[in-house]
């Protein structure tokens, strides 16, 4: 009988590891961090991953988003404004392509913060959204304090926004499209500029729900 | 036989001349066309689309080639103050805002203006560099 057990849980644990070798994962981005401590006498080490700060923005219907309203979905997060002539139109048709493919897949969704909150109040969010042709709340479209916006951009998602009076549009901002998991870690970053970065984006998002399938906690 | 020479000579002339002229039009067309094409990169397609087709209600497509013919002697101005207005383009009402693209001389907006006017399913021929600076006198 103490065989079958043994047999059993050599069979799961083959299972497991095997599982975890065959399907892809993907990195984690940011800072890391180790905490030693001792259990049962012995050292273990803890990892602990980048992730975002906490917050709370209102989206283009005025609906609270923050980090609990993320739990169980990925997302992706850029940052943009609705008057931005220079990369913003090509952002959002790449984002687009791939809203279009997760539509109603409420496991994926996605954050555009808009870094001129001057401008862009919910009512200019709002028109912005139905022109895109985004219903509802999987894509939002958020509005927040200036400097809160910046900081988490830059702090949260190691995205970088800055003001720069020399080029159109007065604000520029890097494109990037960023991918955190339903544990607030960095899983990817994509030029969203980037028709190929951001197909490795789709493919990636896969590949993250994917690890969320196979690994049942 | 001399009576016929000269008026044999004098015709050749004319079919030469004709034949380099139409060269220098098709050359000069190709040449418009080949610069524009990287204009329209650099200054417009961020917002059009290299393929012309915008995006969604929020910018319109290039593709509406009546539109195009009939806001002709408009297109200049369009570029050089902007347009903020509501127009139909393909039967959809676009009411965005395109802002003033202030950098361009007027032999770069005819470069531009005969390109999009020839891609995009567009087909009318160049856009001359006298033809953009009349109609930039008329904007209002």
Same mark, same amino acid.
Not at chain 1, 45 to 54: A, L
Not at chain 2, 66 to 84: D, H, M, P, Q, S
């Given at each position: 009988?103490?065989? *079958? ?9 083959? *299972? ?7 399907? #892809?994962? *993907?990195?984690? &981005?940011?800072?890391? =961090? ?8 012995? *050292? ?5 991953? =980048? ?40 952002? !959002?048709?790449?984002? &687009? !392509? ?63 926004? =800055? ?10 901002? !890097? ?20 028709? =190929? ?10 590949? &993250?729900?994917?690890?969320?399938? !196979?690994?049942? #906690? | ?30 040449? $418009? ?6 204009? $329209? ?8 689309? /290299? /393929? ?28 050089? $103050?902007?347009?903020? /207005? ?7 009402? $676009? ?44 904007? /209002?």
């Amino acid at each position: 009988m103490k065989f *079958l057990k043994y047999i059993t849980i050599l069979s799961i644990s083959t *299972l497991l590891f095997s599982c975890s070798q065959n399907g #892809k994962r *993907l990195p984690f &981005l940011g800072e890391m =961090q180790t905490i030693d401590r001792m259990e049962g006498g012995k *050292l273990v080490i803890d990892t602990f991953y =980048q992730t975002i700060p906490n917050f709370s923005f209102v989206n283009q219907d005025s609906v609270v988003i923050n980090n609990d309203s993320l739990k169980n979905s990925i997302y992706i997060a850029d940052f943009f404004f609705t008057s931005c002539p220079s990369i913003c139109p090509i952002m !959002s048709k790449n984002m &687009l !392509s791939v809203y279009k493919k997760y539509k109603r897949n409420n496991e994926v969704r996605f954050l555009s913060h808009t870094i001129d909150p001057k401008h862009d109040t919910i009512p200019v969010l709002k028109k912005y959204a139905n022109k895109l042709g985004v219903e509802g709340t999987q894509w939002s479209f958020l509005l927040g304090n200036r400097d809160t916006v910046y900081n988490i951009a830059r702090h949260g998602y190691m995205n970088y926004a =800055q003001e720069n009076a020399d080029i159109p549009g007065g604000v520029e901002h !890097s494109g990037y499209f960023i991918l955190v998991d339903k544990d607030r870690r960095i899983r990817g970053a994509y030029d969203g500029t980037d028709k =190929q970065q951001v197909e490795n984006l789709t493919n990636d998002i896969d590949i &993250l729900l994917n690890e969320y399938k !196979s690994v049942k #906690k | 036989m001399r009576r016929l020479l000269l008026p044999f000579f004098f015709c050749g002339l004319v079919i030469i001349i004709f034949l380099n002229a139409c060269n220098e039009e098709t050359i000069k067309y190709q040449s $418009y066309y080949s610069s524009g094409s990287a204009l $329209y990169k650099t200054h417009c397609s961020n917002c059009h689309m /290299d /393929d012309g087709e915008g995006l969604e209600a929020l910018i319109p497509p290039l593709t509406d080639t009546t539109f195009l013919k009939n806001n002709r002697e408009k297109l200049a101005c369009f570029i050089v $103050y902007g347009l903020k /207005d509501t127009i139909v383009i393909n039967g959809k009402t $676009y009411d965005g805002v395109m802002p003033a693209e202030t950098h361009l001389a007027p032999i770069e907006i005819a470069k531009l203006l005969t390109y999009i006017t020839n891609t995009f399913g567009n087909n009318q021929g160049i856009y001359e560099l006298s033809e953009v600076e009349k109609n930039l006198r008329k904007c /209002d």
